[in-house]
């Protein structure tokens, strides 16, 4: 009798927490499948509830841990069992995992950190739902100083304004830039808008000594380089 009280006062999950949080202490999150690293990250947003069969359906939904965490908000509430507290833990995940991505590049060349930056911004922008335009600055060693989000429109559109380009890299004390754009319908090959529009902020940092190092269209299908492609 005295057992089945105590089976009744300790839920199942609780062993279970402490022996995945041992595992990860132990072998790190390689170690790990992704729906066992999302459980970890839901213990504090859930912290009464078996997370493991909301774990797997957010899996199921968004194919891994990154898509998950990178979700919009609203399609991370349509999963059964997804509260505004789970949502908002992935959100700030996710965030988190940005910023750090960022941190670690401030400072460094640029371009001989082009992988690491290139995914740093697949990771910030492929998976948005509406284009932005990015603008990372660099000083004269070509280190990074400043990542800015420019503008931000449709789906298939964003206003891009030269001159506004070049003054912000001015009072950055940037002489050099990156452009980044991504395409929300997941294909990152350029239009011919985004030649034009590329061609025009080149003429207006030509003018003011201000190099246009490359334009990179990041997608879920990948990123196509402007410099690579011969249109830089």
């Given at each position: 009798m005295g057992d089945a009280g105590e089976d009744k006062k300790t839920p199942h999950y609780l062993g279970h927490r402490e022996r995945l949080r041992e595992r990860f202490v132990e072998g790190g999150a390689?170690?790990?499948?992704?729906?066992?690293l999302l459980e970890l990250t839901l213990f504090a947003a859930l912290p009464r509830r078996d997370v493991k069969p909301l774990a797997k359906a957010l899996i199921a939904r968004f194919g891994s841990f990154a898509e998950a965490i990178a979700a919009p908000r609203e399609r991370i509430l349509e999963v059964e069992g997804a509260t505004g507290s789970v949502a908002t833990h992935l959100k700030i995940v996710e965030a988190a995992a940005l910023r750090l991505?960022?941190?670690?590049?401030?400072?460094?060349?640029?371009?001989?950190?082009?992988?690491?930056?290139?995914?740093?911004?697949?990771?910030?922008?492929?998976?948005?739902?509406?284009?932005?335009?990015?603008?990372?600055f660099l000083d004269r060693k070509n280190s990074l100083i400043?990542?800015?989000?420019?503008?931000?429109?449709?789906?298939?559109?964003?206003?891009?304004?030269?001159?506004?380009?070049?003054?912000r890299a001015l009072e950055l004390g940037a002489t050099a830039i990156i452009l980044v754009?991504?395409?929300?319908?997941?294909?990152?090959?350029?239009?011919?808008?985004?030649?034009?529009?590329?061609?025009?902020?080149?003429?207006?940092?030509?003018?003011?000594?201000?190099?246009v190092h490359d334009h990179v269209i990041v997608g879920r299908s990948g990123h196509v380089s402007f410099k690579a492609l011969g249109l830089l």
């Open positions: 390689d170690a790990m499948p992704d729906y066992e991505s960022k941190t670690r590049l401030l400072g460094k060349p640029a371009l001989t950190s082009w992988a690491a930056l290139v995914d740093y911004c697949a990771a910030a922008m492929a998976r948005a739902q509406r284009e932005e335009f990015r603008i990372l400043g990542d800015e989000v420019q503008s931000s429109g449709t789906v298939d559109h964003t206003p891009v304004y030269p001159r506004e380009i070049v003054k754009h991504n395409h929300p319908s997941g294909d990152p090959t350029p239009s011919k808008a985004d030649i034009t529009m590329t061609r025009e902020v080149v003429e207006a940092a030509k003018a003011l000594r201000i190099v």
